[in-house]
């Protein structure tokens, strides 16, 4: 980046998914500011901050409070915490537990009639259970044991024990919704402090328009003037779909494109070909009429929608329909 842009003063602003203490270090070498996240684990450090008072509300539904470096250096942590996000995260949990109690309680029930005997069969259905709903595994503890069958003599039979940890649940009900900041930057505005983090959901966002709105998934190239000339492609519907998010913006009407373009599907033009007398074709481009939520926002937009001059709608209110082709 500096070699390519110069050496600027800059804030590195990084997810939890690329910081590390090494890429830390790095950045206080060279004198650098940064702002990243942290995993969700660090939050067991400031459990007793997430229940004192003291917060901050800084927009409808999000509160900060800065918080001291628990190993006493000179960095400041920023708690945050959102309502939408708590509501979100508790929902896909609850979710989540609902499935993984059915699947555990099916497992066990296979194990209690006999039809699961085999005990590596047992843990493989087990892992999976726990791999696609793991955001409420750490709430459960499974047990797997074989033990001689009272019924069958020389056989075995698996006992599947389940226990239920309720205090991890008390734990991720206080913590949902709550993420932790990291920086070497002056805590003298914890709002500006967040409001520089959460630019990184416009990044996300751009991934996400490019993916699916504008469909412009991955293309593997072998050569690179194409796969830099696909990246140019890519890069360039970005910058029209944020000119019109920017556009929506100044005319009062949001910021959600992708909302307009459904609207402005229904709007549709042909062609129609009048054949004359005189062996020449008279060609009319047709636009239909907008419905009125559509043409409000038109109106706001200052897009008019082309209109057919009085004297042609009077020629095509003449003309035979069955001499109107339409293309």
């Known amino acids: 980046m500096e070699k390519k842009y110069g050496q600027a003063r800059r804030t590195w602003v990084m997810d939890r998914g690329m910081v590390s203490e090494e890429n830390l270090e790095q ?14 684990a660090m939050l067991r450090k400031f459990e007793r901050e997430l229940t004192d008072k003291g917060w901050s509300e800084i927009r409808p539904g999000v509160e900060v409070k800065l918080c001291a470096a628990p190993d006493g250096t000179a960095e400041t942590y ?64 499974v047990n797997v044991a074989e033990m001689p069958d009272p019924q069958k003599a020389g056989r075995v039979k698996l006992d599947i024990a389940i226990t239920v940890h309720e205090d991890r649940a008390e734990w991720a009900d206080l913590s949902e919704g709550c993420y932790l900041l990291r920086t070497n ?14 630019g990184l959901t416009q990044i996300e966002d751009a991934f996400r328009v490019g993916k699916h709105d504008l469909d412009l998934r991955p293309i593997f190239h072998h050569k690179q003037d194409r796969t830099q000339a696909h990246i140019l492609v890519c890069f360039l519907a970005l910058t029209l779909w944020r000119t019109l998010q920017q556009w929506m913006s100044s005319c009062a009407l949001g910021t959600a494109p992708r909302k307009l373009l459904e609207e402005m599907a229904q709007v549709h033009s042909m062609d129609v070909v009048l054949p004359t007398g005189a062996g020449q074709e008279l060609r009319l481009r047709l636009v239909n009429r907008p419905e009125p939520r559509l043409a409000i926002l038109l109106q706001h937009l200052g897009l008019p929608l082309p209109n057919r001059p009085k004297r042609i709608q009077n020629v095509v209110t003449k003309i035979d329909p069955k001499i109107v082709h339409l293309q």
């Open 185 to 198: 930057l002056p805590p003298d505005t914890p709002d500006q402090l967040w409001k520089t983090y959460i």
């Open 78 to 141: 920023v708690l945050c915490r959102s309502t939408a996000r708590r509501e979100k995260e508790t929902a896909i949990r609850q979710r989540f537990r609902k499935r993984l109690e059915k699947g555990l309680a099916k497992l066990q029930e296979s194990a209690r009639t006999g039809r699961l005997r085999n005990a590596t069969t047992a843990l493989v259905r087990m892992g999976r259970l726990l791999e696609r709903y793991r955001r409420a595994a750490k709430l459960f503890d």
């Open 27 to 40: 950045l206080r070498a060279r004198g650098a500011t940064y702002l990243v996240g942290t995993p969700k």
